[in-house]
């Protein structure tokens, strides 16, 4: 009784210390800061620094190389095949090893007792040391979790299989969203200088009006009615240059530049080329449902359920398992003190029998599910060929228009300028004409933009890799020539996949 109660307020006490060990802390301010600059500098090292005139395709590269989400993807795409190689190892036989040491503070000492008379038969006697040292090593298979571990191994595989197309998948878009963002920034930082003179301009003409109009030559309505045209000229062009200088913040963040630096696009020489497409929509119809990544996906989640179903059968299935194994304990009361074990045991849940029916039939379930998917995917991507195509078409025909418009709007302008007399309301027809002229030139940036993202989409759709599987360098020059290579041959990709579908 003593010895219980020695042992009971031993465990009290145990508690009574642990749970009084554990406080929660709040973070440290200091220990925040360090953490907020770390985490700041990490956003940024380690890149090659800008020192020119960023190119499209150098844009592109940094986002490819840089870009936060796609280093997500790639940890992602690592951690499915660290998942995969470990799911191997369970295919492996069983293999254990054990060591220990035991001993008691009197004998393991026992008698017998006669089932016959009910007296004892034997006096007390013991057969084990009070201290001895034990090992084995044993070796154990089973046939049926070797069966469902394949299974198992082949279903990691194609996570990771699937964790490579969702990466395909993130890269594409970024070239997708570094081509919209740079066409506009880029029409931003040819505009800007435009914009600041027009916006100075108009400034101007609003306080030599309120001059006017507090010394009485401009009556108050015609006072009015020029100020309202003016701040909506202004309020037009500040709202088409905030549309604009948001493309930088936008391009600086997709290619992990940090806010607010100040960077320099290439291509500003006014030259805009038109991107051209002739090919048929039956051949991008069939690269894109052989080549898009959730196409691929969702051809690999259909083999997941279909081994779905395989795993549910084998576990109705009696396990085999064979075992053998080497054993040493140092007892010297033991005739053998080592000796080997071997055998063969077939265990049966037969509850298994009743749920395994259920389980069979929900995976098939899923099967299904998974068909009726694909299938609604495959329609989606067609449907969104199509639209693309469309777009693609829309985006050109509005380019051309408002290119002719800002091509008018600059003659008007020129017209304007040179009959410009010394009187307001001349001055501000000149400055309706230059604001009007800029519209139009903002609005043609915008459109060619608008252009290259439909053109981008249509790339997009189809679902073709911007940059080859393997690559000698990954420098952002190479890098960038490689993306060139490939945005310049993709019909000459797409017609040689469409044959190869065929």
Not at 29 to 43: D, G, K, T, V
Not at 236 to 263: C, F, K, V
Not at 456 to 464: A, D, E, F, I, P
Request: charged share 25%; proline share 3%.
């Amino acid at each position: 009784m003593l010895r219980v109660r020695t042992l009971s307020a031993a465990i009290t006490a145990a508690l009574i210390v642990g749970g009084c060990a554990v406080q929660p802390k709040a973070v440290d301010s200091a220990a925040e800061a360090q953490r907020i600059r770390q985490e700041i500098s990490a956003l940024f090292q380690a890149q090659e620094p800008v020192e020119k005139p960023v190119t499209l395709y150098e844009a592109m590269a940094r986002a490819v190389k840089y870009n936060l989400d796609h280093r997500v993807k790639l940890m992602e795409r690592a951690l499915s095949q660290g998942e995969m190689e470990a799911a191997r190892f369970d295919l492996l036989p069983e293999l254990t090893a054990e060591a220990g040491y035991s001993g008691r503070n009197n004998e393991a000492g026992s008698s017998s007792e006669s089932l016959i008379t009910g007296t004892q038969s034997l006096e007390p006697s013991t057969s084990q040391e009070r201290h001895r040292r034990t090992a084995n090593t044993a070796l154990v298979w089973n046939l049926l979790d070797f069966g469902v571990s394949y299974a198992q191994a082949q279903q990691a595989g194609d996570d990771w299989l699937i964790s490579a197309e969702k990466r395909r998948k993130v890269v594409q878009n970024i070239i997708q969203d570094v081509r919209y963002a740079y066409w506009r920034a880029l029409g931003a930082q040819e505009l800007s200088p435009w914009i600041e003179r027009i916006m100075g301009r108009l400034d101007d003409a609003l306080g030599r009006v309120d001059g006017m109009e507090e010394s009485g030559i401009l009556p108050p309505l015609t006072y009015l009615e020029y100020r309202r045209q003016l701040l909506e000229i202004r309020l037009q062009l500040w709202q088409l240059r905030e549309d604009l200088e948001s493309a930088r913040a936008e391009l600086a963040a997709l290619i992990n530049i940090q806010p607010g630096s100040d960077y320099q696009l290439a291509g500003g020489d006014g030259t805009r080329p038109i991107p051209s497409l002739d090919l048929p929509l039956e051949t991008l119809e069939k690269v894109a449902l052989a080549q898009r990544p959730e196409v691929r996906e969702e051809h690999y989640q259909r083999r997941i359920s279909n081994l779905e179903v395989r795993k549910a059968m084998l576990r109705m299935l009696p396990g085999l398992e064979f075992e053998a194994g080497v054993n040493y304990d140092s007892n010297d009361f033991l005739y053998n003190n080592h000796w080997n074990n071997f055998g063969v045991r077939v265990n049966w849940n037969l509850f298994n029998l009743f749920g395994g029916q259920a389980r069979i039939a929900a995976a098939e379930a899923q099967v299904e599910v998974d068909k009726a998917r694909s299938l609604a995917l495959g329609m989606a991507v067609v449907t969104q060929i199509h639209l693309a195509r469309l777009r693609y078409q829309t985006a050109l025909e509005d380019y051309r228009v408002s290119n002719q418009l800002a091509d008018v709007g600059q003659r008007i302008l020129d017209f304007n300028q040179a009959g410009q007399q010394a009187q307001i309301q001349d001055e501000l027809q000149v400055i309706s004409s230059e604001a009007d002229s800029l519209l139009s030139r903002m609005n043609s940036y915008l459109s060619y933009a608008e252009l290259q993202n439909a053109y981008g989409r249509l790339h997009n759709s189809v679902g073709l890799d911007p940059l080859p599987e393997s690559m000698d360098r990954h420098d952002i020059p190479a890098i960038a020539d490689a993306l060139q290579q490939r945005m310049v041959s993709w019909e000459e990709r797409v017609e040689a996949l469409a044959a190869e579908v065929e």
